[in-house]
């Protein structure tokens, strides 16, 4: 924890909401650690990451409608640009977990990777206030907001807009599997557009598996079109 702080350049006062925000799930009650997890701190943590990016984008696009503004902040606040962040703080060589999943490689698991920032964000709010959290928000966040002049699409929405453009149905979406635990399912979407085939995609919620399916069939039919 010595070496994130000197990472973040920032010291906690309340040490234990650092911890709590590095506890998986999976080694909370364990022996040597019966403190909480980062599951509430994770809560906490989406909200003010909503909000302070929220600002930077109206403060960034002044004269940009609610349509693209929130395709970007949807974009800068998904569990894959989080995971990002992670990785640039080495938040996984931190992290408390049970000896299988830390066996099992789960320190690189986007997901966790993602939760714990999150989660991190939670505790510096709550340790510092919204100056300290807005303050680090900004410098992890600043890099991503400016990769994209235009603001992202979907790949829900191009795939539709392909179909469309070509006079056909909407995409059709149904789910096909699901596996893991209760708590952390993986979901297996298929999408098919009429006359061109489908394809599968998996995510641990259906929303993320849609992207995902479309994702796979967008880019096939836009090589096979040779159009976009």
């Known amino acids: ?25 999976s080694a909370a009650g ?9 599951e509430r701190l994770e809560f906490l943590g989406d909200r003010v990451l909503g909000l302070v990016v929220a600002d930077m984008l109206l403060r960034r696009f ?27 703080l080495d938040l996984g060589a931190a992290l408390h977990l049970a000896k299988g999943e830390d066996a099992a490689g789960e320190r690189a698991n986007p997901a966790i990777l993602s ?17 300290v959290a807005r303050g680090l928000i900004e410098t992890w966040m600043t890099p991503y907001l400016e990769e994209a002049v235009s ?45 061109h085939g489908g394809e599968s995609g998996r995510g641990r919620s ?7 399916a479309a994702e796979i069939l967008l880019a096939r039919l836009r090589t096979e079109t040779d159009q976009p």
């Open 115 to 131: 939760d714990a920032c999150e989660a991190l964000i939670g505790a510096l709010y709550l340790d510092g206030g919204l100056v």
């Open 62 to 88: 002044p004269d940009e409608a609610e349509g693209p503004l929130a395709q970007r902040l949807a974009e800068l606040v998904r569990r894959e640009t989080l995971a990002r962040v992670a990785e640039e």
């Open 151 to 195: 603001p992202p699409q979907d790949a829900k929405t191009a795939l539709q807009e392909w179909a469309q453009g070509r006079g056909l149905p909407l995409p059709d979406y149904r789910e096909t599997g699901r596996s893991g635990p209760d708590h952390q399912p993986l979901f297996t979407i298929e999408v098919t557009v009429r006359g």
């Open 1 to 25: 924890m010595t070496a994130l702080s000197a990472r973040l350049g920032y010291g906690f006062k309340q040490p234990e909401l650092l911890s709590e925000a590095l506890t998986h799930p």
């Open 206 to 212: 259906k929303r993320l598996a849609e992207q995902a």
């Open 30 to 38: 364990q022996a040597g650690n019966t403190g909480p997890n980062y």
